[in-house]
């Protein structure tokens, strides 16, 4: 390690006007003013601007990443690109770094060994050390927002420090204003804190250079995180996957949920009815198609806050008003919606897109590759390759864009609702070629904490190594646990327990295929598995139980097919799609036991539902003689 560049006697006052002093002063909050202090002493900064929630404040920003690179801007009114930091194929900043972001734990305190993690002290000591000098002739960016919608038992204001222009102008996007929120806050000490230096830039744009020293540290104890030497919003910004590991930490000690949910209004057909849903899913396994369901309407796509409501019901907020959405894919054919918003003039961040012309190119736009443009690797032309001889993508497959929620056509009229929204369901969905039907209902509340807990996603061609093999994925929502496994789940279970009207849980499975490889479902489907799942919250619907869930009946799938779909259904789909796999199911069970077998204080519900459902499971096999049960028989 470097020796520290401390200077003694480093003075705010010298890089701080009184203007911006001034701003800072008038939030009445001792706490701000030391943790600006403590960390533009410590990152060494040669200017601080504070941003108030006022017009000519944010425009500031976005005009300031232009300037210093950080984004340039496009041909249509408001769109602008961005691109984090890239090397090679495989050592780049153009996603989320699960190896360097780790909770600091104190002596003494037992995590999961699923949570990476790392002593608090060396980890303060290593990330402190980094951090001395990173914003060394940069300007330090302090912003304030609200976390969930203002004014509401939601609400959690959050300060950022940050030298990344882009960074301060995503977090404009994606999050309420909060400078006056926090006057009135009265002094409290009650806010979240992020610190963040893309550290030493190279290029234009200027990008991060020190990608071995990036380090994301998680430190509960003092309701912080310090990010360095990154870009990519997975990584830097606060409020983020950052915020959402504190807050998980906070509602598990306060008994509410802090998730990895999108929250989607349903609208059923001939019925003067919306209920909401949230949903889990792990990348890939039909997140936002889910939350993005043609007719619907969207609240949020990525985190949502739960607590127990008045009404008896779970009320649900988005912590965000934005999306930072996947572009890869999004055409006029398969998400029109998004494809409208991001292709007509409005405030838009690109990321990691290729640019020809001053216009967005991205795998997957339904238009064909240019030949040349300049992407995230700097000048890009058709198979240009990496030092390593591995061929460079036009665009990033990570590549994103970063809109307001309000501007799409299907926004939810409850967005900013300081009440959030009643929740009825809840999705867990997964990748399973050849075990779990498209859609089933959990037995209750706590086979539905299994359920969520269950969650597996097969590796895809996607990514490197072999194809098919299950990872978990607690509740889509490993990467950012930061309790042991047992008490999030024990949390889980006493929310829902402590509730009036507890939402019904579903699994979905959108990835079922035939002995041939060949999927058994059509990508607009899930229409059909949630509306039955909006019916069922509802009573609408009968149901089939098996030792793993309720499924549906045949004849309430045709109709709903033909009514959503214009579909005929047959028998022999649904008997294909619905047939209880024992074996496959009682497999899963063994995984999921073998996981969870590795962490000490799961608790006791958990395991006595697990043996139930094999007991069951095998009753099932002896009374039919059989491995695949058709619902029909059932
Ligand atoms: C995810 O990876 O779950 C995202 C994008 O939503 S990121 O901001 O990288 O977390
Ligand atoms: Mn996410």
């Known amino acids: ?63 300031k990443a232009i300037e210093i690179h950080e984004e340039k801007r496009l041909f249509t009114e408001g769109h602008t690109i961005h691109y984090d930091g890239f090397f090679a194929m495989d050592y780049h900043d153009q996603a989320r770094d699960k190896a360097n972001t780790r909770v600091l734990v104190p002596k003494g305190e037992y995590m999961s060994q699923w949570i990476n993690n790392i002593d608090r ?15 060394e ?27 990344s222009l882009y960074v301060a102008h995503s977090e404009d996007i994606l999050y309420r204003a909060g400078y006056e929120e926090f006057k009135k806050l009265n002094g409290s000490e009650e806010f979240f804190y992020f610190i963040h230096s893309a550290g030493e830039l190279v290029g234009n744009p200027p990008v991060t250079k020190n990608l071995d020293k990036r380090r994301i540290y998680i430190d509960l104890q003092e309701g912080r995180v310090l990010s360095v030497n990154n870009q990519y919003a997975g990584n830097s910004l606060g409020l983020k996957k950052l915020a959402l590991r504190l807050a998980i930490d906070k509602a598990n000690n306060e008994d509410w949920l802090a998730e990895h949910y999108f929250i989607l209004g349903v609208h059923p057909k001939e ?26 309407s969207i609240v949020g796509d990525d985190i949502a806050y739960l607590r127990p409501w008045e009404d008896g019901y779970a009320h649900a907020a988005n912590i965000e008003q934005g999306l930072f959405g996947i572009i890869r894919d999004v055409n006029p054919e398969d998400d029109p919606v998004i494809y409208d918003a991001i292709t007509t003039p409005r405030e838009t961040i690109f990321s990691n897109v290729l640019i020809t012309e001053e216009f967005p190119y991205w795998i997957g736009d339904g238009k064909p590759v240019p030949k040349k443009g300049i992407n ?43 009440e959030g929204v009643p929740i009825d369901g809840i999705f867990y969905g997964g990748r399973d070629s050849d075990t779990l039907p498209p859609v089933l209902e959990s037995l209750d509340w706590e086979h539905g904490v299994f359920i969520g807990a269950a969650i597996e996603s097969e590796t895809t061609s996607a990514t490197l190594g ?23 789940l024990d949390n889980h279970r006493t929310f829902g327990n402590n509730l009036k009207v507890c939402p019904k849980v579903f699994a979905t499975n959108y990835f079922l295929k035939n002995k041939e490889g060949k999927y058994l479902n059509g990508m ?38 033909r009514l959503y779909l214009d579909k005929d259904y047959s028998k022999k789909e649904y008997e294909q799609q619905f047939s209880i796999r024992i074996t496959h199911l009682l497999e899963k069970l063994d995984r999921v036991e073998a996981m969870y077998k590795k962490d000490k204080e799961i608790p006791e519900f958990f395991w006595t539902l697990l043996e139930d459902q094999r007991k069951k499971l095998k009753e099932l096999k002896e009374k039919y003689n059989s491995d695949e049960i058709s619902p029909f028989d059932l």
Request: charged share 25%.
């Open 376 to 418: 995230f690797s700097g000048k890009w032309k058709k198979g240009k390759v990496d030092e390593k001889g591995k061929e460079i993508p036009h665009a990033h497959p990570n590549a994103r864009y970063t809109i307001r929620i309000n501007e799409l056509s299907n926004a939810d009229v409850n967005l900013d609702s300081p």
């Open 121 to 135: 002290n060396e980890g303060l000591k290593e990330i402190l050390e980094i951090m001395d000098g990173c914003m």
């Open 1 to 63: 390690m470097d020796t520290l560049k401390t200077k003694p006697n480093f003075d705010i006052n010298n890089v701080i006007d009184k203007e911006n002093l001034a701003k800072l002063e008038a939030l009445n909050n001792k706490k701000v003013m030391q943790v600006v202090n403590e960390f533009v002493a410590l990152c060494k900064p040669s200017k601080v601007t504070v941003i108030t929630d006022s017009k000519e404040d944010i425009d500031y920003v976005r005009q």
């Open 466 to 488: 072999a194809e098919g093999v299950r990872r978990p994925s607690p509740m889509a929502n490993l990467d950012f646990v930061v309790v042991p496994l047992g008490k999030y």
């Open 524 to 561: 607009l489907d899930k229409l059909v598995w949630v509306m039955w799942a909006e019916g069922r919250t509802h009573n609408e619907f009968e149901a089939i139980k098996t030792p793993v869930g309720f499924i549906p009946k045949y004849h309430d799938l045709r109709d709903l097919f």
């Open 271 to 296: 019925k003067k009815r919306v209920s909401y849903f949230c949903g889990a899913y792990p990348s890939a396994c039909g997140k936002t198609s889910t939350a993005m369901l043609p007719g619907q």
């Open 137 to 163: 002739g940069n300007e330090c960016i302090i912003r304030l927002f609200c976390l969930g919608p203002k004014n509401s038992q939601f609400s959690i204001l959050a300060l950022q420090l940050t030298d």
